[in-house]
């Protein structure tokens, strides 16, 4: 990846992948709203990015132009693997949701609060007594990737392979097809091996529901089957672990909001909601398949979408101070988890864990900052968070 | 004719995509279904009261989905 050649400019040649896109977007999306709203590029084979809120939403509300079936803009066009439902459009798009929301209402997602508390108590015990930490390996990307093994019914022992596939599926996959379709058949096999056994010996977990699940009488053939748990499996991990880690960045960094947060857990649910909206950490992509224009530029098939729900929620015609993080925000519209049919499903559930994580670190940690003898860094590509989270821990 | 007020909350159930913001600020007025989408509580109305809620509910709705009137 250090060989790319640096973007020469923002409006005519992004690029996502560039250190100084990933390292601090911000200021580089505030310009660009000013400057030229849609910007584009000749990488990615062809590729846009709206930076305005109303242009993200339009995109996001325009299934027939813009079709969901390539979600991650990547260096060239590899097959399409379906997971439905976040690779479906209309008409297919609604019964593959249908069937997964259930397990997803705030109330189901309840019943795994407990266990994310014990991860997250046990990972704290770990830390307790030292001096430092990074908060992102030894606590942020441990909770959810252990949280959504718990809910699909599989080992959370396997936690480090699950990570090297996303690794190899949304980083290093962007640009290496080979590594991309490695990871991507790993992740097949692995799931087919799943469903193989429960057929043997049924289980009651997410991967048994679905295989008993109909849709007018009809299962899902195990290939769509396959598809789902890879979704669920993909979209569950490095998401949430990318939060809880920005979440611990800032308040590394704002002992004002830290104190306030520690001292008031009334103050959470607008806190995350606020977190969220600041570090959104998932940027999605569109594949434009019919000829269509939007302020100006005319999109055509073939080209890619950089869909930044992040950059939406930047965006200072929507958010009064925008590029503050106010924790009580008492207005926040925000597109964290995306708008319309495409709504994250697992929005309940990164909620509880982020709150849960947020809420555990403070009682036990009230007092952190970064150390400032190291470096943070981030990840590239498609969804943001701290990968190194050097902290010092005050007692 | 009474002077008192009574306020109603509609989720327009065809732009609400269930990410269940109404429900965590406002659960005296907003209600989920089964697949976690929104929907008002009864029929929508009540007491005056509560406006400050409802319009809460409605601020913070991503797809615009919560109307919220007086009687």
């Known amino acids: 990846m250090s060989k790319r050649p640096p973007a020469t400019d923002w409006a005519t040649d992004f690029d996502h992948l560039d250190p100084r896109w990933s390292e601090n977007p911000y200021p580089i999306w505030d310009e660009l709203r000013q400057k030229c709203p849609i910007a584009h590029t000749e990488r990615f084979m062809g590729a846009y990015f709206p930076s305005r809120y109303e242009d993200v939403r339009a995109i996001a509300y325009d299934t027939e132009h813009f079709s969901s079936r390539r979600p991650v803009v990547r260096e060239s066009r590899p097959p399409l693997m379906p997971a439905p439902p976040i690779t479906s459009d209309p008409p297919e798009h609604r019964p593959a949701k249908q069937i997964l929301l259930p ?27 030292k001096s430092r930490c990074d908060g992102a390996v030894d606590y942020a990307q441990e ?64 991967i048994g529901y679905l295989l008993n699940v109909r849709v007018d009488d009809c299962p899902f053939t195990d290939r769509h089957i396959n598809g789902m748990l890879r979704l669920l499996m993909i979209a569950g991990i490095d998401t949430t672990w990318s939060a809880i880690g920005s979440c611990l960045w800032h308040l590394a960094q704002h002992a004002d909001d830290r104190r306030r947060l520690a001292a008031d857990g009334g103050l959470m649910g ?125 007692a | 004719m009474s002077a008192t007020k009574v306020l109603i909350v509609k989720v327009d159930r065809e732009r609400c995509q269930g990410h269940a913001r109404c429900f965590a600020l406002a659960p005296e007025l907003f209600e989920l279904d089964a697949l976690g989408n929104g929907r008002e509580r009864g029929d929508g109305r009540a007491a005056p009261s509560l406006e400050a809620k409802a319009r809460l509910a409605q601020a913070n709705c991503p797809e615009l989905a919560i109307e919220v009137t007086e009687e």
């Not at chain 1, 705030?106 to 007594?129: F, K, N």
């Not at chain 1, 929507?318 to 708008?339: E, P, Q, S, T, Y």
Request: glycine share 6%; charged share 25%.
């Open chain 1, 270 to 394: 607008a806190a995350v909601e606020e977190f969220l909206r600041a570090y959104a950490p998932v940027t999605m992509a569109r594949e434009v398949v019919k000829e269509t224009q939007l302020n100006g530029c005319t999109f055509k098939p073939g080209q890619m979408i950089l869909l930044s729900f992040p950059a939406a929620n930047r965006d200072p015609a929507v958010f009064a101070d925008a590029d503050r993080v106010v924790i009580d925000r008492a207005h926040n519209r925000h597109a964290a988890f995306g708008l319309g049919i495409h709504r994250c499903i697992g929005s309940n559930l990164a909620r509880m864990e982020i709150s849960v994580a947020l809420t555990e670190w403070l009682q036990c940690f009230p007092e952190f900052r970064l150390d400032p003898q190291a470096s943070v860094t981030w990840s590239v590509g498609t969804v943001r968070g701290p990968r190194a989270l050097p902290l010092l821990l005050d």
């Open chain 1, 103 to 129: 397990a997803f209402t705030p109330d189901m997602i309840a019943r795994h609060e407990p266990r994310t508390r014990d991860i997250c108590r046990e990972l704290i015990g770990r830390i307790a007594g």
């Open chain 1, 143 to 206: 909770i959810p990737v252990r949280v959504i093994a718990h809910m699909l019914g599989v080992r959370e022992d396997d936690a480090d392979q699950f990570r090297k596939w996303i690794k190899e599926i949304l980083e290093i996959g962007v640009t290496d097809v080979e590594v991309l379709m490695r990871g991507q058949n790993e992740m097949v096999a692995y799931f087919d091996d799943q469903i193989a056994a429960r057929r043997q010996s049924p289980r009651d977990d997410l």
